[in-house]
């Protein structure tokens, strides 16, 4: 017994040793030490070499009360503010120009980039172990976050490209057939106006991309879009954070500018809700042309179904489908497609009566 | 006696000072150890060589206090650190993980080791259950046993929402959920708990308290308790036919026992902790619910028995199985097959148990792990869309 015990208590003690030598040697010391001693050798000067050969390796941190923050990203990333570092990569790299405006001092990190500020190790501290709320905002996409504080007529093309090719993107493939954005569009698919707060850059470009891989059961067609496409739409998404405060008091953007983006053929429920927003006011009447063919690709039908080179191969070709089906089946079906066909994949689109008759005389035409 | 002489004794004076015995020798200085110390003397100076086979209790009570002893410590390097705000107790957590010296493995053993107490005491119930070991004299302290399973469970209970993160603020929502089930009280019970009608920082100080101060004092008393009765009760439960002449002395070799298993238990759950991290979901967020939000893993068998009927699973199913658990000892008395495992004159009680047991076990295994979205069945190789 004795001798068990001796041997227990000697396990005992190299566990603890065990444990603590390898907690002595976090990953981010690692990163420190390279930056010290890479740093001596690039300094400029001895009184810099000294400076850098002075440094203790130890958690750094950027303490932001205002905005509830405690950033510890520069315990990795040492080097954002040292030119010397312009040409290294990640994670010891010098900071973009951006810093100059935005001092870490005053607003941290996480306030652009996301992540997990209190974090220190790398996959934590990004965002990107599951079920993490706060996915890092990588290369364009942490356009977005621009977007959370400043106005869009005040930031600079470069910092709205993303948000811009998202807007059209959105407008070309008819997502509000389905969507609502800030009351605009139609509730066959979810509210997309708070989706930014609970989705992430990857689930939504993964849903975009393919949505009953991402979410079995979802009755979103699979769209042919590049993904450069369903990178613009993610970053146009995320800035979609519903009546979420912004993370800090800075101008928000105006109020009128996503109403802006919706072009004139969408519908004319848009010149309805502008109407009630106009509160009272003379708001411009809109007109629609009734152009059956015209609406065929204005409305997304495009997107799925192809007319002989054209369009989509997602639904059925409709090259000929003047031969296939005939006028009230076709009325029927557009009306509501899962009343006909109730294991069918093509979306309720909530065409008014005026779209449907003017779409059935543009298809029976196909022969 | 001069000051040089009671120098060079010092460490026999203190040690027999401390430990009382000076004055036996052989065997009754060996009694004498355990009987004049205050720390061992909740040890019968003697014991009956059948209590002591690991086959006969696989030394579950005593992993239960150490399991206890080892909370308490971790608990108390925790509340160091842990400020219990719903604005600071998640940043607390995150700073135990990365910056606090050995935080992290101080809170993934306090969390390891609290799962792993609820199913010790589990266990230890079951032993007792399967032994016959609550029949007379036992009946009061099986009765201070359930005590402690539920002091145990609702330790368990409160510290879940203490990380207030996601997996706790929705357990607390849908284990609350559940005790509102109760006809009469259960709304009242629910808001005592809550201090409200949802969790919010009234539950986050309410739960710290019942978990750092009034539940850890009544376990810690009613432990106390428990092992005192054992030695008025006669030692642990033995058939009657064995002779009780052969017993041995407590010291050295069940102490030896008692510390080899704390030693054990620290070289398995200390790796453990290190190696694995206790889940920590994104900050609680009352308005983006899980689903499915699950109960903590002990009560998910209760929220299985609710998806059939709120009434009959969440009332009457736990409820009689308390009752019966309460006059399990007062019911049946049979003095037969005390002291032996699955003793076959308790064939009918054996049987009864088993299948509760296994029940319970099924239940909680199809509510944790075979539940998706919306509380639908999935098998383990379908998955389910979204997080676990």
Not at chain 1, 26 to 53: G, K
Not at chain 1, 195 to 203: C, Q, V
Not at chain 2, 141 to 170: E, I, M
Not at chain 2, 364 to 380: E, H, Q, S, V
Request: aromatic share 12%; proline share 7%; glycine share 8%.
């Amino acid at each position: 017994m004795k001798l068990a015990l001796t041997i227990l208590s000697i396990a005992l003690v190299a566990v603890l040793l065990a444990i603590a030598w390898s907690e002595e040697n976090p990953e981010w010391a690692n990163y420190q030490r390279v930056y010290f001693d890479l740093a001596q050798r690039r300094a400029q000067s001895s009184t810099q070499a000294d400076w850098y050969r002075t440094q203790r390796v130890e958690i750094r941190q950027i303490s932001v009360a205002p905005l509830k923050r405690v950033d510890r990203c520069t315990t990795c990333h040492l080097a954002v503010a040292d030119p010397n570092f312009a040409d290294a990569p990640e994670p010891l790299r010098l900071h973009s120009a951006l810093l100059q405006s935005h001092p870490p001092e005053r607003f941290g990190c996480t306030v652009c980039h996301r992540g997990e500020g209190r974090a220190v190790t790398t996959l934590t501290a990004h965002g990107e172990v599951p079920g993490s709320s706060v996915r890092m905002l990588r290369g364009e996409y942490v356009q977005a976050a621009c977007y959370l504080c400043h106005a869009e007529k005040t930031l600079p093309p470069a910092a709205t490209s993303e948000i811009v090719a998202g807007e059209i993107a959105i407008n070309q493939l008819r997502c509000l057939r389905c969507h609502q954005i800030d009351g605009m569009g139609e509730s066959e698919g979810p509210d997309l106006s708070a989706i930014g707060s609970r989705r992430d850059a990857l689930e939504l470009d993964a849903h975009l991309l393919n949505p009953p891989a991402m979410n079995s059961g979802s009755t979103m067609p699979i769209f042919p879009i590049t993904r450069a496409q369903a990178q613009a739409i993610t970053v146009y998404l995320l800035t979609q954070q519903g009546d979420a405060p912004p993370a800090n008091d800075v101008r928000y953007r105006s109020a009128n500018f996503r109403f802006s983006i919706f072009d004139f053929r969408l519908s004319d429920r848009k010149s309805k809700f502008e109407n009630r927003k106009s509160d009272g006011v003379l708001a411009p009447i809109v007109f629609f042309r009734y152009d059956g063919q015209q609406l065929f690709w204005a409305a997304g039908c495009g997107v799925c179904h192809r007319i002989g080179n054209e369009g989509g191969a997602v639904g059925p070709a409709l090259t000929r489908i003047g031969r296939v089906r005939e006028r009230d089946w076709l009325r029927r079906y557009l009306s509501d497609p899962s009343a006909v066909r109730p294991d069918g994949r093509m979306p309720q689109l909530y065409l008014n009566d005026r779209e449907i008759d003017a779409l059935v005389e543009f298809l029976l035409t196909l022969r | 006696m001069g000051l040089r002489e009671n120098l060079a004794q010092l460490p026999r004076h203190f040690a027999d000072s401390f430990f009382r015995s000076a004055a036996f020798t052989g065997a009754r200085r060996q009694a004498a150890l355990v009987a004049n110390t205050w720390f061992l003397h909740i040890h019968p100076a003697r014991m009956h060589p059948y209590s002591l086979r690991v086959t006969f209790t696989f030394g579950l009570g005593v992993f239960a206090f150490w399991l206890f002893v080892i909370l308490s410590a971790t608990g108390i390097l925790l509340m160091f650190y842990y400020i219990p705000t719903t604005d600071a107790a998640y940043a607390t957590m995150q700073d135990l993980i990365f910056v606090v010296p050995f935080g992290r493995l101080i809170r993934n053993a306090h969390r390891w080791t609290a799962e792993g107490m609820v199913v010790v005491v589990a266990l230890h119930l079951a032993r007792v259950f399967f032994t016959g070991g609550y029949k007379p004299p036992r009946e009061f302290n099986w009765l201070v046993g359930v005590g402690l399973l539920l002091l145990t469970l609702a330790l368990s209970f409160t510290g879940y929402l203490l990380p207030w993160d996601q997996l706790a603020y929705w357990a607390i929502t849908v284990g609350t959920s559940i005790a509102a089930y109760f006809p009469l009280f259960g709304d009242l019970l629910r808001a005592l708990l809550l201090g409200g009608e949802t969790v919010t920082e009234q539950t986050l100080i309410r739960f710290y308290v019942l978990h750092v101060v009034l539940l850890p004092f009544l376990l810690a008393l009613l432990i106390g308790y428990h092992f005192w009765r054992i030695r008025k009760d006669g030692g642990l439960a033995r058939p009657r036919a064995l002779p009780t002449t052969e017993n041995v002395l407590s010291y050295p070799r069940v102490l030896q026992i008692e510390l080899a298993i704390l030693l054990a238990l620290l070289i398995v759950f200390l790796p453990l902790a290190y190696r694995f991290d206790a889940p920590l979901g994104a900050p609680a967020d009352a308005t983006h619910p899980p689903n499915p939000a699950k109960a903590p893993w002990y009560f998910v068998g209760v929220q299985e028995l609710v998806s059939y009927s709120a009434v009959w699973g969440g009332v009457v199913a736990p409820v009689l199985l308390f009752i019966a658990l309460l006059f399990l000892p007062y019911l049946d008395r049979d003095p037969r097959g005390v002291g032996a495992w699955f003793a076959p004159e308790r064939k009918g009680m054996v049987a009864a148990g088993s299948v509760i047991l296994l029940a319970l076990v099924a239940v909680t295994i199809i509510g944790a792990l075979l539940r998706g979205p919306n509380w639908a069945f999935y098998w383990p190789w379908e998955g389910w869309p979204g997080p676990k």
